[in-house]
Each structure stands twice: as C-alpha cells, then as structure tokens.
C-alpha cells in the first residue's frame, strides 16, 4: 500500500477515517463517470459516421432514425471510388499536405534558430512583427494571395496550394520557444569545439528539437489536410488538382447526395491523419511540453 508523506509524519492511507477512503472512492467514481459522458459526447459523431457509411442508401434517412441499417454494406467504401475519383483526390492532398509541412517545419526550425541563438540587431523587433501576422485571418489573405499567384501565373497548379501557406510565424514561435529552454552552455561547448553556428545547429540543436518538430508537423499537416476555402479558390480542375475536402464536396450534386458514400469518403479521408498521430504521440507529448504549450 502506498503511503501518503506529509510535511511532518508519513500517513498510511489504511490509517485514515473509513469515511474518508469511502469519500475518495465516490469522488473517483464520479469522476470517471463524468469522463466516460464527454468521451462519449465527443465519440458520438464518429460512430454515425461509421454507422452511416455502412448503410445501405434507403435507409440513411428513416423514420424513427437508426444507427444501424437494415445490411452492412462494406462496398460503399468501394463505392466511394468509383462513384468519384477518390484515390486521385487522396492522392493530391497527401502530396500537398507532405510537401508544404515539409517545406513549413524546415523554415520554422532555421528561423526559430535565427530568432533565439543568433545574435543581430533588430532580432527582437524583426520577431514581434512577423508574429503579428498572426493576427491576420486567412480568410482575409485569400483575395491578394490570389492576385499574387495569378501575376505568378500559378492559378490552378500545385505550388499555388503549397507555396503561399507553407511559411507561418506559429511555427517559427514554436521552435524559438524550444531553443530557449535549450542552456547556453551546449552552444558554448560546441563552440570550444571548434563548431560555427551552422554545425551547432545541425548536430546539436536540431536533435533535440525533434518533439517539437513532430508539433509542427502534425499541426501543418492536419491544417493543409483540411484546407477548404483556398483550394476552393485556386483550383479551377477538381478532378486533377482537387484535394480532399473539394473532392467530399463533389459527393453533393444536383441529383441529390449519396449520404452513406459521403460518410465513407469522410472516413477514409481521416485514416492519414489517425495515422499520423499514432506514429507521433511519443513525440507529441513531450513537443508540447517544450514547445510552450503545455500551459506553462
């Protein structure tokens, strides 16, 4: 049995009032309970989801409604492909997504290094700017962005999905924020040495640095997965250059939609990202608690 310590005595939990220990026992009780209700709140919208894409299509909207159908029909998610070109669509947004958290957690690692271990004049001020775009909305970017690719005559192609939101001053905050907790004692090392500032960063900063890149990536990722609004924009052939949520889109036509093979395609379209985060969570946990997250 464990033993509670106290400033004064070391307390054996068996030592205390029945009353007490029943006490403790209904509170972990509840709180288990009340867990139980909001995961199963949260959970809700997943398992109709998954239900409803395992329906056959008259029995999506019934009366009274049912979370199962009559059958369970694995060939909608067969279906979903050929009723569109899915895998096309898959394809496009995984080679977007990959490219542009390749190309954002590069630049954020070099900048949060320039912003937090490079000494030059102006750092700080150079910094407060380029975080102040934050405060921008996208949505507010998307009309001059679109007059930029068209100057650029980038309209309709995939580096005008990459390109224009693969540089962010989130992740620049993110990394900056690991470094300072990095002691300036191993910069110091290094340099006795005999290592520049390019060989620090390469073999002693960017190790440690992995959680808090695997952050990036997962956030980056996810957020150019479910772009929405720009490739809306930009993308004038769905069909060759549509990413996932213009290719869910197509599943609502004038002839009505096919609810159970939207809810299939929704399905799939999550895998890369579930996947994502199960290969990450190691590294996920500790990112956050680095990277200022963690509510520190």
């Known amino acids: 049995m464990t033993e509670l310590t106290s400033s004064n005595r070391t307390i054996n939990p068996r030592a205390l009032p029945r009353t007490h220990r029943q006490t403790g026992r209904v509170r972990h009780a509840v709180g288990y309970v009340l867990l139980c209700l909001v995961a199963l709140l949260f959970v809700s919208p997943l398992i109709y989801m998954v239900a409803t894409s395992l329906k056959p299509s008259a029995d999506v909207f019934t009366t009274p409604p049912t979370l199962w159908g009559s059958s369970i029909e694995w060939g909608n998610y067969a279906q979903a492909f050929t009723y569109l070109p899915f895998a096309r669509f898959i394809l496009n947004g995984v080679f977007v997504a990959a490219a542009g958290t390749a190309i954002n957690v590069a630049v954020a690692v070099l900048s949060g290094y320039a912003f937090s271990r490079l000494r030059w004049r102006g750092r700080n001020t150079v910094f407060i700017l380029f975080l102040a775009t934050l405060m921008i909305p996208q949505d ?67 190790p440690l640095a992995r959680p808090t890149m695997a952050v990036l990536a997962v956030f980056s990722f996810i957020a150019y997965w479910n772009s929405f ?43 890369p990202t579930v996947i994502l985060l199960i290969l990450l969570q190691k590294h996920l946990v500790k990112g956050i608690v680095t990277s200022g997250l963690g509510g520190r």
Do not use: K
Request: glycine share 8%; hydrophobic share 60%; proline share 5%.
């Open 229 to 271: 609004l720009w490739p809306l924009v930009i993308v004038n052939d769905v069909e060759a250059r549509g990413t996932i949520p213009l290719g869910l889109q197509q599943f609502f036509g004038q002839q009505g939609s096919e609810w159970n093979l939207v809810m299939a395609a929704s399905v799939i379209s999550m895998l």
């Open 140 to 206: 507010v970017l998307v009309i001059p962005m679109y007059v930029m690719m068209q100057g650029f005559g980038w309209v309709d192609t995939f580096q005008a999905l990459i390109i224009p939101w693969a540089f962010t001053a989130l992740g620049a905050f993110l990394v900056r924020q690991f470094f300072l907790t990095v002691p300036q004692e191993l910069d110091d090392a290094a340099r006795v040495d005999g290592a520049g500032a390019i060989r620090t960063f390469f073999s002693v900063m960017l």
